[in-house]
């Protein structure tokens, strides 16, 4: 995604959908913004072919098989809605600017900018796609909610990739398989 000027994790949510869509009242409420993505509708940020999605930015990933929507009318390459738990995830890459050069850890902290009364859960290293990246998980109030959030911050040139999942904290862990799964998925493929 471009990254925001603020740089606040609700911004960064608000750039894909209100937190609302994402987080509604009651898990049995689905969200509003949910829809099954048609490969024209994703023909500016890439196709989706036999459960993976290539961007157009050069990588490709795979989606998760079950429980999870497609969400194509967003800024982010791609944008996925938890089809029976209020939650999201989001992948994107930004091959422009100076995000190139900021170190990967400033950038995953910007990615949960927002969250108050946080609490960091994780915060290190690891590798996406044989590439260091900066991981954290953070736990937080977002617009009277308690989420927890899980970023990833790879750069892979000319682009910095971002991976966020977000939930409300007690569903948290029930999505962070297919989210894990998406991430280890990741690798370069040719431009388009």
């Given amino acids: 995604m471009a990254r925001i000027p ?4 609700l911004a960064f949510l608000c750039a894909f ?3 609302r869509e994402i987080l509604p009242a009651s898990s049995a409420e689905p969200p509003l913004a949910i829809r099954n993505a048609t490969v024209e509708t994703l023909a500016a940020a890439g196709r989706i072919e036999n459960g993976m999605f290539y961007s157009a930015k050069g990588y490709r ?3 998760p098989p079950t429980g999870w929507r ?8 791609l ?3 938890g089809a029976a738990q209020p939650s999201g995830m989001v992948v994107d ?3 422009t600017g ?4 900021r170190p990967l850890d400033v950038l995953a902290r910007h990615l949960t900018f927002g969250l108050t009364r946080r609490d960091v859960l994780e915060n290190g290293t690891s590798t996406v796609g044989g590439r260091e990246a900066a991981h ?3 736990r937080g109030l977002a617009e009277g909610r308690t989420v927890t959030v899980e970023a990833l911050v790879v750069r892979a040139e000319p682009c910095v990739h971002d991976f966020l999942y977000v939930a409300p904290s007690e569903a948290f862990d029930g999505g962070r398989p297919a989210f894990r799964a998406l991430v280890e998925s990741f690798a370069l493929e040719p431009r388009r």
Avoid at 70 to 77: K, L
Avoid at 98 to 101: I, L
């Fill in 61 to 63: 990933v795979t989606l």
């Fill in 79 to 81: 944008t996925l809605r």
């Fill in 6 to 9: 603020c740089l606040s994790l």
């Fill in 136 to 138: 954290s998980v953070v």
């Fill in 70 to 77: 497609v969400d194509a009318g967003q800024r982010a390459d």
């Fill in 93 to 95: 890459a930004t091959c």
């Fill in 17 to 19: 959908a209100p937190l």
């Fill in 98 to 101: 100076r995000e190139s050069t």
